[in-house]
């Protein structure tokens, strides 16, 4: 552990003010800030996690695109306390440091900031290649940049994969679907999706990622899984996504109107994060390779969803309607028949227990942060670290 000296403690009564303003002392902390921004362990150091110990056979090295994000780093819990070596390569478009922050000191784990439309070289076992911002304000505040993303992003750890060996895992979307007009949504479902929308730089750079997997797989021999996600909520949601989840928590719990664009008789299907992460594992660690729904079946009209949380929340907010969002899908629901054959997972968490989870976190943020303006549906740059 760390050699670095360790802070005088403040005696009891002491005056504290005076102790802290010594230029000894201000020199002791400025130290502490150089040294944890090297990522060495200090004496300030929060108490390192425990994690299993795996035998060498069964541990292996795993890269998390887009580990700082929302749903990269409860992968990167899950994979952690599994007793594995994760490395998260992430450029904090819209991840957040402090969804990792408590694996910062721990020796298997390392941090690479970096942005996935340029190459890069590790070694590694396996790659879960998550980094695309999710949600429709952040994705369409750059759509150049999200297009290079998925595009350039998938075709550089396609390439790593292929120099290393490494099996790699693509976080697909249900969005490959479009406005569907089949539905619940089979894989074998082509989709119906604008080339020309404002959701198309997401969507389509999605439908050229799968290709990309299955051109690897056939050409090159890649092993690739296709993880088609569908909405997903839980905690370290990023409060100004402009999701329905995280938006209509934050206006709830602060007694704001509840905006639904639309008449709210569009559907969605909404699944808790902790279900995705140990759906993502399977798939990645089973021999099934054609692209595979992860989502939660568990269908809701946009309006009985408002009235849940507006219920849960004991809240006294209003339900307004706002126009609908262009190219918004009418109805999505995952059919889930793939996952629950090829890889026994289905859905174990209820939306209304996830939710109590998703309000207990966006609760406890906004007694820090006194009052947050959720997002609305037009292209945004994601706030805050
Ligand atoms: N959350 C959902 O409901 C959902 C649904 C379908 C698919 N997905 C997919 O799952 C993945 C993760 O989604 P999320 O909800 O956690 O989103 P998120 O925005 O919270 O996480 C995305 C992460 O990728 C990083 N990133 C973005 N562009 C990058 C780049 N060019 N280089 C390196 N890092 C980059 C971001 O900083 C962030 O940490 C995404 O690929 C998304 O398309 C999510």
Redesign the pocket.
Known sequence: MSSTPKAKRPKPNGDDDEIMASPAMKRFIEDQKFLSSQSIPTALTPKIMETPKLPDSKRMKILV??G?????SHLVDKLMMQGHEVIV???????QKKNIEHWMHHPSFSLVR????LPILLEVDQIYH??????PP?YQYNPVKTIK?STL?TCNMLGLAKRVHARILL?????VYGDPLVHPQPESYWGNVNTLGPRSCYDEG?RVAETMMYAYKNQNNVSTRIAR????FGPRM?PNDGRVVSNFIIQALQNKDITIYGDGSYTRSFQYVSDLVEGLVKLMNSEYDAPCNIGNPDEYSIKAFAETVKEMTKSKSKITYLPKVKDDPTQRQADITTAKRELDWEPKVHVKEGLRKTIDFFQAMLDVEGEIEPTGPDAAKPKGK
Do not use: M, Q
């Open positions: 695109t887009g700082a994000g929302f749903v990269g390569l992430d450029n904090f478009f819209t991840g970096h942005d996935v439309t998550l980094a695309c911002p999710a949600s952040h993303t992003g976080a697909s979307t249900s969005e999605k996600i569908f909405n997903t990023h």
